[in-house]
């Protein structure tokens, strides 16, 4: 099946500060969606993209689907987006997303 | 906005209890699913299903068993806890199984302690 590799597994800012979450995949997907998890344990959907670009405020995503990967980009982070941030992918059309192990963002002020 | 519900946000059980955690969403979804949540892990697919009274094993079924009775209602058995089912379930539903409308919806959680 699907291999899905998230890296950094931890990772830590101060507040303001830039990063990039990287999702690595091991075969061609025609779904793949990026998802935060709060403290509270609540997962939200943040993108649903494929392939391309796109951007939702601070937040914005890229993948390059010929070469098996996703970036999502943090910008001016904030102590909200402290969390656990999941890559998933589509498997075949089964409608089961797999799911990465996670990059855990803490932001400290 | 899509809602899913589930029924406890905390749960502690004894060993060899039969443990019943409940999901309910209101948008009429097709598709639902029980995933749980281990540290290192991430999300791990239990069961799911596609419609009524229709259910598929995912990656870990070993140890549960599920029911759909109704469309909106997704119910995860642990037939006689162990120890290691400590873990945070997660419910989720969608509209589609395949494309753009493939869009998780998840419910809080539960957090289940087996002791």
């Known amino acids: 099946g699907i291999q899905v590799e998230q890296s950094p597994p931890d990772l830590i800012l101060q507040e303001g500060a830039n990063s990039t979450l990287r999702c690595n995949f091991s075969?061609?997907?025609?779904?793949l969606q990026w998802f935060h998890q709060n403290p509270w344990g609540q997962l939200i959907n943040l993108f649903y993209?494929?392939?391309g670009t796109k951007q939702n405020g601070r937040l914005s995503a890229t993948t390059v689907a010929t070469e098996r990967y996703s970036l999502l980009y943090i910008s001016s982070s904030q102590t909200t987006d402290s969390g656990v941030y999941f890559c998933?992918?589509?498997?075949?059309?089964?409608?089961?997303?797999?799911f990465g192990q996670g990059t855990t963002l803490q932001v400290k002020p | 906005d899509v809602k899913v519900t589930q029924s406890s946000r905390y749960l502690v059980k004894r060993t060899g209890e039969k443990v019943f955690l409940e999901c309910v969403q209101d948008?009429?979804?097709?598709?639902m699913f029980w995933y749980r949540q281990d540290p290192g892990l991430g999300l791990r697919l239990i069961y799911f299903?596609?419609?009524?009274?229709?259910?598929e094993k995912g990656d870990i079924p070993e140890g549960y068993s599920v029911s759909r009775e109704k469309k909106e209602r997704f119910s995860l058995i642990l037939e006689s806890a162990s120890t290691n089912q400590t873990s945070m379930y997660l419910c989720?539903?969608?509209?589609?199984?395949?494309?753009?409308?493939?869009?998780?919806?998840f419910g809080s959680g539960t957090r289940l302690t087996v002791v």
């Open positions: 998933a992918v589509l498997s075949g059309n089964t409608g089961k997303l797999i």
């Open positions: 075969d061609s997907v025609n779904n």
């Open positions: 993209i494929p392939s």
């Open positions: 989720a539903s969608s509209p589609s199984r395949t494309g753009a409308m493939l869009r998780y919806t």
């Open positions: 948008m009429d979804h097709e598709n």
């Open positions: 299903s596609y419609d009524v009274k229709m259910k």
